[in-house]
């Protein structure tokens, strides 16, 4: 079992930026990909970046390409999603996960957080 907690969001104008933590606990964190996704309200859940257990491969969707970086201390058990340049259009509530890949599926992780609002203002 994987304990994932999230923390960072909040709400920033459009241009800002926030950086989003996922604290794990339980088994050995670097064993695990680690993934973000956000759902906005009516909305399906969405993958926003993943990373491999060492932190050598990161993956990004399009639309966060350039203004997002995912990056992992495994030292400390924690998972980061660095987000710039901010739009209204990233705000959701973000949940990190934890699986056996870094892949774009929700269905690949088998732990997530509570999740954290992100609220952008134009």
């Known amino acids: 079992q994987v304990h994932l907690v999230e923390s960072g969001g909040g709400l920033v104008q459009a241009g800002g930026s926030l950086r989003l933590s996922c604290a794990a606990s339980?088994?050995?964190?670097?064993?695990?990909?680690m993934g973000w996704f956000r759902q906005a309200p009516g909305k399906e859940r969405e993958f926003v970046a993943a990373?491999?257990?060492?932190?050598?491969?990161?993956y990004y969707a399009d639309s966060v390409k350039g203004r997002f970086t995912i990056f992992r201390d495994n030292a400390r058990n924690t998972a980061y999603l660095q987000m710039n340049s901010l739009k209204p259009e990233d705000t959701a509530v973000y949940y990190c996960?934890?699986?056996?890949?870094?892949?774009?599926?929700?269905?690949?992780?088998?732990?997530w957080g509570q999740g954290t609002q992100v609220t952008v203002s134009s």
């Open positions: 996960a934890a699986g056996n890949s870094a892949a774009n599926t929700p269905v690949s992780y088998s732990f």
């Open positions: 990373i491999s257990r060492t932190g050598g491969s990161t």
């Open positions: 339980g088994r050995t964190f670097s064993s695990y990909a």
